[in-house]
């Protein structure tokens, strides 16, 4: 099948000769930006009468302060009410303020920078001569009137003369702001002309060069593109072979030409790609249908799994239950028998301590089997919350003291002398968790041995407890089936009471909260079983 192709000159062609459109949009956006410079001056030369009228209304808002503290000063003099210390200080000030406005605003004058200084020269001279009048005025008034009215004359007189010569000196800041004005407004006009000259000059240029350019190469481009379709034809009849051999020149439009030859070895080696891919993509195709059998298949055994998971908690809650129902007559007639030991015989005392002892140890095996079957249930209602964990271990260690001391086991609570962080776990199960661990750590312990809890070293935003003891161990062979329910390992295992499952409730009830548990040897002898807990939220080890 024949591939489309240009026509020759045609798309490139057009695309060259876009050149004046360009060129135009060009002129447009630099028109837009001299539109931007002219509001620029504009904004320019009300910067400039802005600055001039806050100029002047600071001097006049000076001066006239000093007008009204001058009319004061005059009505202290003509009322001969005496030396008034504060008033000749506040126009000593008025004055130096002025003074200083003044010496600022004509050091800013460029052209006018003589005529204005005299005149600030002068106005400031003027004012300090008043200045000195009425300081004399008001030390006479109250001594000699007349001598204070010939001080006031005088006084006004000046006052007078600067008012005079800060006036022309605000006509000049006026004219010099008019000046600059203009000048910035020449001097923008000519770089206005002298830009739009060079402006039309180079766009005159561009379209000249553009359209030479297009002209030339628009020739050349029909040639390639017309060799380019004549290729494909060639390509289409024989299947990608070529028919033909070009000369190379050596500028870009030679390259091109060159590179238009590999055309037809490219459109060969691009079927027989595409002809891969669909081969992968029905293997693909087939390996997702294989995929989804295996899922489906997966997800009918997981169902399976659940269904014989349930099933199982099902029958170890029944059997529990059945079990319970004749043990609990059985341990009532025990105790109704020890009740009345004294009315049996002596040799009965020993079985019926044997009844109670034995059903009291399988009522605490069928407990730890309805915990095991309940352990997922136990795990969805947890209701974590901070948890002091030297305190529930405190209280755990008064429940298993008693079976110490029968032994006499030593037990060291190393948390009791040091504050352990809160940890963030449901209270009934760090509380059940913690009598499995210190159950065993007695109930595997030597007569007369020890056993130790503290804290250790744990990773960010968790906390370590170790139950330490001096017992039997467990074989280094024996280790990984260590937390499997009905598992009971060790040499002596047999002779301890238990069903195994102590060990397997704590992992499944520590995990579910996000924690971890584990086994260590203590050496010389004895097991270490250690916890890490999650930290309180927010709390600082």
Not at 224 to 247: H, P
Not at 312 to 330: G, Q, W
Not at 422 to 449: E, M, P, T
Request: proline share 3%; aromatic share 4%.
């Amino acid at each position: 099948m024949p591939l489309p192709m240009p026509l020759p000159g045609g798309s490139i062609r057009h695309r060259l000769y876009l050149a004046p459109i360009t060129a135009a949009i060009l002129l447009a956006c630099l028109v837009a930006a001299f539109i931007y410079i002219y509001q620029s001056d504009t904004e320019f030369r009300q910067r400039i009468s802005q600055a001039h009228l806050e100029e002047t209304h600071r001097l006049n808002q000076l001066f006239a302060k000093l007008t009204e503290a001058h009319s004061r000063a005059a009505d202290q003099i003509l009322a001969n009410a005496g030396n008034d210390q504060a008033l000749a200080d506040e126009i000593d000030g008025l004055n130096q303020d002025l003074a200083t406005l003044l010496k600022a605003t004509s050091e800013a004058l460029d052209g006018e920078q003589f005529r204005a200084a005299t005149l600030t020269a002068s106005t400031i001279t003027e004012l300090d001569r008043h200045k000195a009048s009425i300081r004399q005025g008001l030390a006479a008034s109250g001594d000699d009137r007349k001598t204070a009215r010939v001080h006031l004359a005088a006084a006004s007189s000046r006052f007078t003369g600067a008012s005079a010569k800060l006036g022309a000196l605000i006509e000049v800041l006026g004219r010099h702001s008019n000046e600059v004005i203009e000048t910035g407004l020449t001097d923008s006009r000519w770089v206005h002309t002298a830009v739009w000259i060079a402006l039309f000059a180079v766009i005159l240029s561009m379209l000249l060069i553009s359209n030479t350019i297009a002209r030339s190469i628009a020739g050349r481009l029909d040639l390639i593109v017309q060799r380019l379709a004549s290729l494909a034809s060639t390509a289409d009849r024989r299947k990608g072979e070529r028919s033909f051999d070009a000369k190379v020149d050596g500028d870009e439009i030679g390259q091109t030409q060159a590179a238009v030859e590999l055309f037809a070895v490219t459109l060969e080696r691009l079927r027989e790609t595409q002809d891969e891919l669909e081969t992968r993509n029905r293997r693909l195709a087939l390996e997702v249908e294989e995929h989804k059998k295996t899922e489906a298949e997966m997800h009918i055994a997981r169902r399976l799994a659940e269904s014989a998971s349930t099933a199982k908690s099902d029958f170890l809650a029944s059997m529990s239950h059945e079990l319970r129902t004749p043990l609990n007559a059985i341990s009532g007639f025990a105790q109704l028998l020890a009740a009345e030991r004294d009315k049996l015989d002596e040799d009965l005392h020993e079985c019926v301590d044997t009844i109670l002892s034995s059903s009291d140890r399988l009522g605490a095996m069928i407990d730890q089997v309805l915990d095991l079957s309940h352990i997922e249930t136990t795990a969805e209602n947890l209701a974590p919350e901070s948890v002091d964990p030297g305190a529930v271990l405190g209280d755990t260690l008064d429940r298993v003291r008693a079976q110490a001391a029968e032994r006499k086991i030593t037990i060291n609570n190393l948390l009791a002398h040091h504050k352990t962080p809160n940890i963030h776990i449901d209270h009934a199960l760090f509380s059940q968790v913690s009598l499995n661990l210190l159950s065993n750590a007695v109930k595997f312990n030597r007569d007369g041995g020890n056993v130790e809890i503290r804290s250790a070293e744990a990773p960010e935003g968790f906390v370590r407890l170790e139950v330490a003891d001096s017992g039997v161990g467990v074989p280094d062979d024996q280790t990984n089936r260590l937390f499997h329910a009905f598992e009971r390992l060790g040499q002596e295992a047999g002779r301890i009471q238990g069903a195994g499952i102590g060990l397997a409730i704590a992992r499944e009830l520590v995990e579910h909260s996000g924690g971890r548990i584990g086994y260590l040897p203590n050496e010389p002898e004895g097991s270490i079983f250690w916890l890490e807990l999650p930290l309180e939220p927010d709390t600082d080890v």
